[in-house]
């Protein structure tokens, strides 16, 4: 019978440092480290996200997942890294124009960022879709050949939109094989607008979230009332947009 237990010290910890992956978005602010400095502990901020993670962005519609997700990718492309990003949602002509104009926006140079981004197009292939065994072959012949580090997936509930039952066990899949071949990930998840942001389905609903190492939630709030003026200090009508971590 082959051995599928070990004795804890059998097993070798990773020897890489935990550090940031920069975003280019608030997120970089909001990620830390504990580090005792004598006898006392003190919080130093990554600047990203943690290396090697793998995070579910979430949030109901319009509340930004796609522009932040494409940023993250733009700025990782833009120093020099190789970013995989598997498109569910939006054909890729169309994400070729929004990281462009993302790109012209920030001051970035375009035609340094198009050389390190690899897109599968999974919107209008139905194979890739409907099989994740398919789709996961096309990620690790990608990052095998482009050499990436970095994998974007917008977004993971396309893959199974009409199979929820099937949710933790497609998610499961990605996060282990993204693992595997040590990508840094997020993993953008759909909420209908029915789910309140405090609920349990505001994190991917059907415990999705357990199965990452972390969970990043946007929302957005209407300043309809003299108490929420007074309190967020915004005129009436405004949008309140609000991120936060979760996990």
């Known amino acids: 019978m082959?051995?599928?237990?070990?004795?804890?010290?059998?097993?070798?910890?990773?020897?890489?440092?935990?550090?940031?992956?920069?975003?280019?978005?608030?997120?970089?602010?909001?990620?830390?480290?504990?580090?005792?400095?004598?006898?006392?502990?003190?919080?130093?901020p990554l600047g990203g996200i943690p290396y090697l993670s793998i995070l579910n962005l979430t949030g109901i519609p319009d509340t930004g997942k796609s522009v932040l997700v494409e940023q993250f990718a733009i700025t990782q492309a833009s120093?020099?890294?190789?970013?995989?990003f598997?498109?569910?949602?939006?054909p890729a002509e169309f994400l070729y124009s929004a990281l462009k104009q993302k790109?012209?926006?920030?001051?970035?140079?375009?035609?340094?960022?198009?050389?390190?981004?690899?897109?599968?197009?999974?919107s209008q292939d139905d194979e890739l879709r409907e099989n994740p065994a398919e789709l996961i072959d096309t990620m690790a012949y990608a990052i095998k050949e482009k050499k990436t580090s970095v994998c974007v997936i917008d977004s993971i509930t396309g893959?199974?939109?009409?199979?929820?039952v099937m949710a933790r066990l497609i998610v499961r899949r990605f996060?282990?094989?993204l693992k595997k071949f040590k990508q840094t990930?997020?993993?953008?998840?759909?909420?209908?607008?029915?789910?309140a942001g405090e609920s349990a389905e505001a994190?991917?609903?059907?415990?999705?979230?357990?199965?990452?190492?972390?969970?990043?939630?946007?929302?957005?709030?209407?300043?309809?009332?003299?108490?929420d003026m007074n309190l967020y200090k915004l005129p009436l009508g405004s949008v309140l947009r609000t991120i936060r971590i979760d996990g």
């Open 2 to 44: 082959k051995k599928r237990y070990f004795e804890l010290r059998e097993i070798s910890p990773s020897s890489e440092d935990v550090f940031g992956i920069p975003t280019g978005t608030k997120l970089d602010e909001m990620f830390y480290r504990v580090e005792k400095i004598g006898n006392r502990f003190i919080k130093r």
């Open 79 to 84: 120093r020099g890294y190789r970013v995989l």
């Open 86 to 90: 598997v498109t569910v949602e939006n």
């Open 103 to 122: 790109c012209n926006a920030l001051n970035m140079d375009f035609s340094k960022v198009e050389g390190n981004i690899i897109v599968i197009d999974v």
């Open 159 to 164: 893959l199974y939109e009409h199979k929820e």
């Open 175 to 177: 996060f282990n094989f």
């Open 185 to 195: 990930g997020i993993l953008v998840s759909q909420k209908r607008s029915t789910q």
């Open 203 to 227: 994190a991917g609903g059907l415990a999705v979230a357990h199965i990452v190492d972390g969970t990043i939630i946007l929302d957005k709030k209407l300043i309809d009332n003299r108490w």
